[in-house]
Each structure stands twice: as C-alpha cells, then as structure tokens.
C-alpha cells in the first residue's frame, strides 16, 4: 500500500480568461438551493460579478495563490525529503482540480490518501468545503472505499505560530512612525449561519490570536475585525472597517493588520487589505500603516506542514472530530454527531473508509 498526499487549497483566477469560470465555479458551490438550479443561475452571475471585480484582480496582477501554493508544495517536498510521500494539489475552485490530483497520485501507485489543508482554521467554508470536493473526486474515480487520513484545523500549531509571529514582527517592523502599534487581526469573515451550524473557525481564529498573543509576548493593543463582508446577510461582527473608525476615534496612529486567516497572499489582502482598508485608514486620521504579510514561505509555515504529514502517515487510519479534535473510533466517527463537542460529523467522514 501507498500513501499520497493531497493539498487541498482554494484556487484563484491567474488571467482574465480564468476569472468568469472561477466565479462560477464558486457561486455554484456557495449558492443555496439545489444544484440543477444553481447550475443554471451561477454563470449569469459569475458575468456580472466579473465586471465589478475584474479592475481589482487587474491592478493585482491577477491572483497569485496557485503560484504561491505551488512553491509552498515544492518547499514542503524539500522538507519531507526523497523519501517523503509523493503529493499533488487539488484546488477548489481552478486548475489544478481534486480529479487532476487524485488522477496525478493513482497513476503513481497511490492507493491511500492523507488531505493536507493549506487552511490553518477548519471552516465549512474552507476546509470542510475543499475535503467534501476531495471525497466527490474520488467517488468520480472510483475510489470511494480507500482509506483517506483527513488532517483538521492546526490554529495552535507551535510552528504555525513560529510562522505567523515571524511575519507580524516583520510588519511591525515595517510599520511607519512612533508610539504604540496596534494589532489588527484581519480573518476573513462568515456569515452567523455558518455559526450557527457550528462553524469552528470563530473559535479557531480567536484561539491563534490569544496564543500567538502570549507567544510573542507581545505587551500592546491588540484587534480583530473580519473581513469581506458581502451580501445583506448578518456576518460576524465587528467588520474590520468598524475597528478602524473605532481605532481612529481612540486616537491611534499606529495600525498594522494581520491576516490571520490567509496561507498565500490573494485579493482579500493585496486589494482589500492594502487598497480599500489603508486609505479608509488614512481617511479617518490614522497616518500610520503597515500589514503583516502572509505565511507565503514562511520556513516555520513549511516545517509546520511538513509535520502535519509526517503525523499523519504515523497515525493514518486514526480519526478525530474536525471541531473538538478529541480522537474518535470507528462506531463513533460513524454516528451523525461527535459526541464531545455535538458538531455534526461531515459525509467524508461519516461515510469514508
């Protein structure tokens, strides 16, 4: 038997030819109602989508997550070393897919998979969403019955936090003018509903904060505020641009975000982030900005992934809840819900081999 890993990751549009079936892609997933039906609504949508945000992608130079991601992986085959298992990305939403990934590890003799997500925080959003599309692709490749090692969340991973504390020192660092600095953790954000199915990644981000926090020893202010908000649905609170009028009417001057949440640079944090939030801080008096840059390559970020792996090929076949993380047998992991924290155990869990 041999294992392969698959490194699960979001996607984003390289060109202008990518971007319409991105949104599409994604709206098809996101959408409520069934699918026949979100089939037929998302690409009229994913169109007019594209109009508004296609300047922004633009001005970016268009999305470089799966450049990133690419040479995370790379530096990660270079950590686990030539005997390390073989691995291949599987995007969500663009090119390279779950099928191309599975089909790129079968033809190497794998035959068991471990998914490594390239999300610190389990969401159904993120994680949750991009093993669901693994277990589909292998359901479409026939594979249903091999056994799969799900790897959860990692927001208080010692390396993971290694990493992240090393780009927020190089942030404040980089972070204009005197007096005190204030920390701004910037995750994206999630609508309550999410929550209210018992989304974990609140919890998981607040956690990396209050750790990363006493990791550092860090002694000033310190922030959240989420992120992206869009549609009229209620989001968790307060958004970040709530926090920098808050900030603002306080007095601050000094303001470096951190964006928590985000493994690769994309356009939540180079259009957003560096574009719309620091003018609206700039707007409302605070002259001071800098920004924590994201994990990217961070050496600790790829040591962190490296023995994420390495654990799993030493415990696969083991299984923990996606939320608590307490270990699970197999007559539990079965039952509809964990019976520690009562989160609803995912298909790919419940029903995988």
Known sequence: MKVGIVACDFGGPQGAEELVPFLTELLTDVLPGPHALK??????????????????????GWSPLVPTHRRQIAALREALGPDGPPIASGMMFTAP???????????QGVD????????????LATTHAAFSFMFDALRRAGLAGRQVHWIPGYPEHPRYLDALAATIRQGVDETPGEGPVH????PHGLPLSFVRRGDPYPDQVRATVRAVVR???????VHVGWQSKVGPVRWLEPGTPEVIDRLAADGAKRLCMVPVAFASEHIETLS???????????DRGIPHFGRAPALGLEPAYIDCLAMLVRDAVRRFGSYSCMRCHLPKDDAHRRQRRCPNCRFTFPAFLRDGQ
């Open 215 to 221: 990791h550092m020893d860090w002694k000033g202010p």
């Open 183 to 186: 920390l701004l953790f910037t």
């Open 39 to 60: 089939s037929l609504v998302a690409p009229r949508l994913a169109s007019a989508r594209a109009g508004k945000v296609r300047p922004e992608y633009e001005a970016i």
């Open 272 to 282: 957003e982030i560096d574009g719309e939030y620091r003018q609206h801080a700039l």
């Open 97 to 107: 897919t779950m099928d191309e990934a599975i089909a790129e590890l079968t033809s």
């Open 112 to 123: 068991r998979f471990i998914a490594l997500p390239m999300f610190p925080h389990y969401s």
